[in-house]
């Protein structure tokens, strides 16, 4: 009975990926647990986003395998993937707003493509939404009145419109100051709590890392080189440099 409780919510065996002679991940193993916040940190290049798109189903694997609560789903067409797609939402890095639509418009996209909720139940969604990361009565803004922090709240609204059980957070705090980054890094937070979800973030940010990890993982040349909770490499040994390229953990003995 402990083993299905502890199962992981997400797993891949062996995932690899290349586009022409780039390998991006090599035979990646990964196990996401449930209700948790993994964070994947690595320099640019190193597989990251390209992680979470395996997830998502927005790229497919070269070999290898990617499972959702024990379903395999690198393998399904577009329409077997939607109701795994329902599941999850998706942060994206540049925030990937509409910007012929307003805000209001944006937050209820997924809800009308995905559910049979009426006008009014879905106006009440997508302002409940946007109460909750703090965007209250920005219906009817459009995204180029908005600062880059907002932007990305609003996408995180549109990201959990449908109560997802896992979020994917791509780079969420990249091109904010310490200020707005914050805000984003709260809010993570508070949706693992509210939302109960699983989340996975990738990111550059270390203050961020450290704040809302419960779990890192670093990646290197599409593999995973160290794992373990924030203290494990806040405490590493090598401290040759901040930039977390250079700050990569000693294994233990």
């Not at 991006?24 to 990964?30: E, Q, Y």
């Not at 609003?154 to 896992?166: G, K, T």
């Not at 310490?178 to 270390?206: C, F, Q, W, Y």
């Amino acid at each position: 009975m402990s083993e299905a409780r502890n199962a992981p919510i997400i797993e891949l065996r062996n995932v690899a990926k290349r586009f022409g002679a780039l390998v991006v991940l090599d035979n990646l193993n990964l196990s996401i647990e449930e209700g948790k916040t993994t964070v994947v940190i690595g320099e640019s290049g190193t597989g990251k986003s390209v992680l979470l798109k395996h997830i998502v189903g927005l790229l497919r694997p070269d070999s290898g395998e990617v499972f959702f609560q024990n379903t395999r789903i690198d393998n399904l067409d577009e329409e077997g993937l939607v109701p795994f797609r329902r599941r999850m939402g998706f942060l994206f890095q540049l925030s990937a707003l509409f910007d012929s639509m307003s805000v209001g418009e944006n937050v209820a996209f997924p809800v009308l493509q995905h559910s049979a909720k009426s006008a009014v139940k879905t106006d009440e969604i997508v302002a409940e939404t946007l109460r909750k990361v703090g965007l209250e009565g920005f219906q009817n803004r459009r995204p180029g009145e908005l600062s880059g922090g907002q932007k990305k709240r609003v996408a995180l609204a549109r990201a959990i419109a449908l109560n997802p059980e896992v979020v994917l957070y791509d780079e969420p705090t990249t091109g904010l100051d310490p200020v707005r980054a914050d805000v984003i890094n709260e809010l993570i937070l508070k949706m693992g709590r509210e939302l109960k979800a699983t989340s996975i973030v990738v990111t550059h940010d270390m203050i961020s890392a450290y704040k809302v990890a419960h779990r890192i993982v670093m990646l290197d040349k599409g593999r995973i080189i160290a794992d373990g909770p924030p203290d494990y490499f806040r405490k590493t040994d090598d401290q040759k440099s901040d930039d977390l390229s250079m700050a990569v953990p000693r294994p233990r003995i």
